[in-house]
């Protein structure tokens, strides 16, 4: 967890990213790629716009591609290539596009600043597939200019590596930070203070919240098949008539404890039985998880484990449904999901996961 204040460090980057723009907008309409790499005093900040810029760029460059032609001939990719490089000489960004990505920025490098380790911690864990490529780690180090260190150690350990899974990322990560002591942030306070003061103890505290006034608002007028039937006669107490006048044929049930007969030999063994049957059928080898996890279950899943995002989710369960063994799954969920998603491995909910599949592999 960082210790960093969301909402401080929030608040800052906004404004901070809201003087910059009135001052250069005042002037201008549109920013140039040369005036974003001087766009603000913290170099860092710029570099990271800079960076955003590039995977928007990117991004654009698959959208022009198609299933009707074939964008593997090589004459097709030296054109695009050309186009896109000769777009990117021609920058022009507006201050509605432009203040969002100064704000992250400078939010990246408060934290790259003054808490490496969850910046860089943060970056491995959300690289897609829980895998740091050597390409993104050449990116990271490319736009990274505080604690540079740190991205140049990542990549000497990867060596011939392509890609590493992000936990083995995070375990360099701590390795290199214990050997080494984060920079100086001095002469990054002074630049961030020429735009607005900067006191780094501020950033560590909550930002007060507005409490909103509650207003008190009628009840809403409710169908009577979903008024609480928990009242002794079934209904609300204000709705009930009075006992008193009550003819026979209505009288209140439930003012007198209904008297409930023992439970015969007969019924003691039925239930036992049907409870049998349900731990039975809890034990049965399945073929498949994601048919084999019942709706209550899912969404616990999704909740607890998945910090909701179902499609994580399900993509989780798809891959551990298609490994070979038991091993393979285990190993996915431990090195792979319990790191992305800092799972308790003790936990009664990862001990269901993992009955789920110990039972996909019986």
């Not at 995977?55 to 001939?73: C, H, L, M, N, V």
């Not at 740190?150 to 360099?172: D, H």
């Not at 994580?312 to 969920?333: H, M, W």
Request: overall charge negative.
């Amino acid at each position: 967890m960082s210790k960093l204040h969301p909402a401080a460090v929030d608040a800052y980057a906004q404004d901070f990213a809201r003087l910059v723009c009135d001052s250069f907008f005042d002037q201008k309409t549109v920013a140039s790629g040369r005036e974003i790499l001087n766009f603000t005093p913290v170099g860092q900040v710029n570099s990271f716009v800079v960076s955003a810029l590039f995977e928007k760029w990117k991004t654009d460059a698959q959208g022009f591609k198609s299933p009707y032609f074939d964008f593997e001939q090589l004459e097709v990719k030296n054109a695009l290539q050309v186009f896109m490089n000769t777009v990117s000489q021609h920058i022009a960004v507006k201050r509605r596009d432009l203040e969002p990505l100064l704000s992250d920025a400078t939010r990246q490098t408060l934290h790259l600043t003054f808490d490496p380790r969850h910046f860089f911690d943060d970056f491995f864990r959300n690289q897609p597939n829980f895998t740091l490529s050597k390409e993104a780690a050449n990116a990271l180090l490319k736009y990274t200019r505080i604690n540079k260190y740190v991205p140049n150690g990542i990549l000497s350990r990867m060596e011939a590596k392509e890609f590493v899974y992000a936990n083995q990322a995070v375990t360099w990560l701590n390795e290199i930070l214990d050997q080494k002591a984060p920079e100086n942030t001095d002469v990054v306070v002074s630049k961030f203070s020429e735009i607005v003061a900067l006191n780094p103890a501020s950033l560590t505290r909550r930002v007060a919240a507005v409490v909103p006034v509650l207003v008190e608002e009628p009840e809403p007028v409710v169908s009577f098949f979903d008024l609480p039937h928990d009242s002794p006669n079934g209904f609300m107490a204000e709705e009930a008539p009075a006992p008193q006048m009550a003819p026979p044929d209505r009288q209140i049930i439930g003012e007198v404890p209904a008297i409930t007969a023992p439970e015969s030999l007969n019924d003691v063994l039925r239930n036992s039985h049907k409870v049998a049957e349900v731990e039975t059928v809890n034990r049965q080898p399945l073929e498949n998880i994601v048919r084999g996890i019942p709706m209550y279950q899912k969404i616990m899943f999704i909740h607890q484990l998945f910090s909701g995002n179902t499609a994580a989710y399900e993509a989780a369960i798809t891959e551990l449904d298609r490994v070979e063994s038991y091993g393979q799954a285990r190993d996915l969920i431990q090195y792979k999901y319990a790191s992305q998603y800092l799972w308790d491995m003790t936990g009664d909910t990862v001990s269901e996961l993992m009955e789920l599949v110990k039972r996909r592999f019986a």
